[in-house]
C-alpha cells in the first residue's frame, strides 16, 4: 500500500485530530494516506464489452479532469502535450496493430500526429500548443475514437481497458506509485481506506476442502456473537463453502449494513451449528498485542482510519502492568496506509517535535507534521522491529522515533517507499492516484529508495548480531557509521549511494531473531541507552 493524499496510502477531507494525536495542519495522505478528491460526478456505468460506439463526451470529461489534476500536482512539470503522446502508446497495448506517430512537418507548419493501423493510416491531426489542454483534450477524443472505429481490439477491450491502458503508459513515465484506478476496483478500494465495509469482521483459510476461520476483529459481529479461531465455516445463508476460494466466500459476508447474515460453523469434530448476523461497518483491525515477560509486544499491520486509536487502547491496557519493562512495535510486513495515522501513532510515544515533513512542486503538498503534548508511556524504553517488506507511513513511524532517539530500530534495511500520493476521483468513478510529495525523515534525509537503516542489523547472520550486541554491552553501536551516513543523505542522491548504504544491512524477510532481539536489548538498559546515544542529534532537520 502506499501513501495517499486524497483519502489520506498517503482522500478526503482534512479529519480532526485523532486521539492522542498534537499533529497540526496536516491533512491524511495514503502514505505512507490523505485524500485530495477531484469533485467528482456520480460514477457512469461502463459500456458492455460488445457496445459499437464510444462514449466520447465521458471521455472527454474523464481527460479534461485528469489533466486538471495532474498538472499542478506531479513532482516534475510536464506539458499537456507532453501527457498526451505518452497516452497514447498505450493504445498498441491493447491492439498491436495500432500505431502513433509524429511525421516530419513541412515548414511552417504545426506537427502531425498520425494514427496508423497495420501500416494504414486512419487520420491526421494537427498538435495544438504546448499546454493548450482544452484542444489535447479535443484531439485525444478525436484519435481515440478514429482508433475504436477502426480496431475491434479496441472496442473488444471496452472503454474502460481503453482508459486503463492510457493512464498505465502516461504513469509508466512518471513513478511507480502513481495509477489509475478503474471505477469497478475504486469503489472496493475507497471502502477499504475508510473502513466502510459492512461484514462479520472474519477472515478466512483452506483447510484442505474446507474454509476456517484464521482472524476474527475484536469490533466485529462474529467475535461478539462468539464466533472462534480454527472453526469450520460451512455454509453462508445456506451456500456451500466446500471447495471455495477463502476471497469468494468472504465477498459473500459483505452486504448493506444492518442486513442479515447466516453462517453455519462447525467446531472441530463436532457438528455444525447456525449463527445469525447482522453486518456491521467493521473498521479493520491493525493491532494486535500481546505482552510476554513483562514487555508489550504490539504488531501493527497496516495504517487505517483507526490505528493509533488501536494502539491507544493497547498501550493503555499495557502500561496496567506496573512491572513493564518496555514496548515493541512489530512493523514488519506493514506496507503503510494513512499517513496521518502514522504521524498519530507516533504522537503517542514521542512528547514533541517534527515527525516528518512532506515537500513537493504544489504548495498544498508541503506540510511539516509536528506532534506536541504527551508520550503516554512517561519515556518507556520502545524497540521497533522493521524487515524489507516495511514500507511507507511503517517507515515514517520507524524513522521519526529513531532519529528522535525514542526507540532502537532493530531488523533490515526497509522498502524504501517515500513518495505520497494524492487522489483525485474521476468523473466515471474511478480514481486517479499521483504522486506529489516527498517524504522526509525529521533529521532531513528523504525516505524514497533508501528506507530506514536499523541501528541494530539482523539481516548478516547470527554471527555479526553476536558482535553488534556485544560492542553495545561496551557501550558502542558497531554500526553507527553506516546510521549516521544514511541520516546525512539529503535529496537528490544517486541511486550508486543509496545501494552502498543499503548493502551494509540488506532488506530480508524478518525472523523470530528480530523479536528475540528486541526482547533481549529491552532487558540490557545500557545497551539500550548505548544504541539510543549513537544516533546523530546536530544535523540539520528537514523543517524548511
Known amino acids: 500500500m502506499g501513501l495517499a493524499v486524497a483519502f489520506a496510502t498517503l482522500a478526503g477531507p482534512y479529519p480532526a485530530e485523532a486521539a492522542h494525536s498534537r499533529s497540526r495542519g496536516a491533512p491524511q495522505t495514503e502514505l505512507a494516506q490523505a485524500t485530495l478528491s477531484q469533485s467528482a460526478q456520480d460514477p457512469i456505468a461502463s459500456n458492455a464489452q460488445t457496445s459499437r460506439s464510444l462514449d466520447t463526451g465521458l471521455l472527454a470529461s474523464v481527460l479534461s479532469s485528469a489533466f486538471r489534476f495532474l498538472t499542478p500536482r506531479t513532482l516534475d512539470a510536464h506539458s499537456s502535450r507532453t501527457y498526451s503522446l505518452w497516452g497514447l502508446d498505450g493504445l498498441t497495448a491493447i491492439d498491436p496493430s495500432i500505431t502513433i506517430e509524429e511525421p516530419s512537418p513541412a515548414p511552417r507548419e504545426a506537427p502531425l500526429i498520425r494514427l496508423s493501423l497495420s501500416q494504414k493510416t486512419i487520420a491526421e491531426f494537427r498538435e495544438p500548443g504546448e499546454n493548450e489542454t482544452g484542444d489535447w483534450i479535443r484531439v485525444l477524443v478525436s484519435i481515440m475514437n478514429a482508433a475504436w472505429r477502426a480496431s475491434p481490439a479496441l472496442r473488444s477491450a471496452g472503454r474502460d481497458a481503453l482508459l486503463q491502458s492510457f493512464f498505465d503508459e502516461l504513469f509508466n513515465h512518471l513513478d511507480p506509485y502513481s495509477r489509475y484506478v478503474a471505477p469497478s476496483s475504486a469503489g472496493n478500494d475507497r471502502a477499504n481506506r475508510t473502513g466502510d465495509v459492512a461484514g462479520v469482521g472474519i477472515s478466512l483459510v483452506r483447510d484442505g476442502t474446507a474454509l476456517v476461520i484464521g482472524a476474527i476483529n475484536a469490533n466485529g459481529p462474529a467475535w461478539a456473537a462468539g464466533a472462534n479461531i480454527g472453526q469450520k465455516l460451512l455454509a453462508v445463508d445456506g451456500k456451500s463453502t466446500r471447495n471455495q476460494d477463502p476471497a469468494s466466500v468472504e465477498s459473500w459476508l459483505v452486504g448493506a449494513p444492518g442486513s442479515k447474515v447466516k453462517l453455519l460453523l462447525a467446531d472441530p469434530g ?25 514487555i508489550a509486544v504490539m504488531r501493527i499491520s497496516s495504517f487505517s482510519s483507526d490505528t493509533a486509536e488501536e494502539l491507544s487502547q493497547n498501550i493503555d491496557q499495557a502500561l496496567q502492568d506496573k512491572k513493564l519493562i518496555g514496548l515493541i512495535f512489530d512493523l514488519r510486513g506493514d506496507r503503510g496506509g494513512v499517513l496521518q495515522q502514522a504521524v498519530t501513532a507516533t504522537a503517542l510515544v514521542l512528547d514533541q517535535g517534527i515527525a516528518v515533513v512532506t515537500k513537493g512542486r504544489d504548495p498544498k503538498s508541503n506540510h511539516i507534521w509536528a506532534v506536541q503534548g504527551g508520550d503516554m508511556t512517561h519515556g518507556l524504553p520502545i524497540t521497533v522491529l522493521v524487515d524489507g517488506r516495511t514500507a511507507s507511513a511503517a517507515e515514517i ?148
Open 270 to 294: 463436532r457438528h455444525g451449528a447456525i449463527m445469525r448476523l447482522d453486518r456491521q461497518i467493521v473498521p479493520p483491525q491493525t493491532v494486535f498485542a500481546s505482552t510476554h515477560d513483562h
Open 397 to 544: 513511524m520507524a524513522a521519526a522515533l529513531s532519529d528522535h532517539r525514542r526507540a532502537v530500530v532493530i531488523g533490515s534495511a526497509t522498502l524504501g517507499k517515500g513518495l505520497v500520493q494524492a487522489i483525485g476521483q474521476m468523473p466515471d468513478g474511478g480514481e486517479l492516484f499521483v504522486t506529489w510529495s516527498r517524504v522526509l525523515a525529521p533529521l532531513g534525509w528523504p525516505l524514497q529508495g533508501l528506507g530506514v537503516t536499523p541501528q541494530i542489523c539482523t539481516s548478516r547472520g547470527a554471527f555479526s548480531l553476536e558482535q553488534q550486541l556485544g560492542a553495545l554491552a561496551q557501550g558502542r553501536l558497531q554500526d553507527a557509521d553506516t546510521v549516521r551516513a544514511s541520516r546525512e543523505i539529503r535529496f537528490p542522491v544517486s541511486v550508486s549511494r543509496i545501494l552502498d548504504i543499503r548493502r551494509h544491512c540488506p532488506a530480508a524477510l524478518g525472523t523470530d531473531t528480530d523479536l528475540d532481539t528486541a526482547a533481549l536489548l529491552l532487558h540490557r538498559p545500557a545497551s539500550y541507552r548505548a544504541a539510543l546515544a549513537a544516533m546523530p542529534d546536530d544535523m540539520d532537520d528537514a523543517s524548511p
